[in-house]
């Protein structure tokens, strides 16, 4: 095949072929779609027992054994985290700081578990994180509400490593304040 005859130009095959693919747009969606519904589903579940969820009380209480302090309030943040992080992946606004949201809370979960495999081990968790983290590092895609904030309107990748850093950093500071 001669250099004319590619069907890919020379400057398309140098681009970041996720900016304008449709099908990628569509992929990031039903993964921001899903991993918004399943953080929200437990965010509320320990905020408001909904889904069958503990409650504040029982959720304080399981921080609590975990060592962690004031577990009520705890579970308050990570319910809070939980709910308004998947909120916002789900349509897709300010979703750096949804994914750096819902990575803190993945990065708790994971440090407290014993063990990789379920039902006591992290590797669920471990997947949420690393859909989160992906979110942050290519973007939500161009169907989000992200695209009416002129700011992110067009997705820079330090938008993503910002929320990394962020996430890390909260993350480590409440581990920190365990026993």
């Known amino acids: 095949m001669s250099a004319t005859a590619s069907p890919v130009s020379p400057a398309h095959a140098a681009a970041d072929p996720l900016p ?4 990628a ?3 990031l969606l039903v993964l921001r779609v899903v991993v ?4 929200a589903a437990h965010g509320t579940q320990k905020l408001f027992g909904w889904f069958h969820g503990n409650g504040l009380s029982a959720t304080g209480r399981f921080f609590e054994a975990k060592g962690y302090p004031a577990g009520k309030t705890m579970a308050v943040i990570a319910g809070l985290s ?4 998947g909120l916002g992946l789900i349509v ?3 979703t750096p700081l949804a994914a750096a949201a819902v990575m803190g809370v993945m990065i708790n979960a994971v440090a407290v578990k014993s063990g990789f ?6 590797e669920y968790e471990l997947v949420l994180l690393a859909a989160v983290v992906t979110l942050a590092l290519i ?7 992200d695209r009416a904030v002129p700011a992110l309107r067009h997705y820079r990748l330090v938008y993503g490593v910002a929320a990394i850093v962020l996430a890390a950093v909260v993350a480590g500071v409440v581990l920190s304040m365990r026993d």
């Not at 304008?20 to 099908?23: E, K, M, N, P, Q």
């Not at 918004?36 to 953080?39: D, E, L, N, T, Y």
């Not at 939980?82 to 992080?85: I, K, L, N, S």
């Not at 973007?139 to 509400?145: K, T, V």
């Open 20 to 23: 304008g693919s449709l099908g």
């Open 25 to 27: 747009d569509i992929g």
């Open 36 to 39: 918004g519904v399943v953080m």
């Open 82 to 85: 939980e709910t308004f992080g």
């Open 92 to 94: 897709g606004l300010l």
């Open 117 to 122: 495999f379920a039902p006591k081990g992290y």
């Open 139 to 145: 973007g939500p895609g161009r169907l989000a509400l």
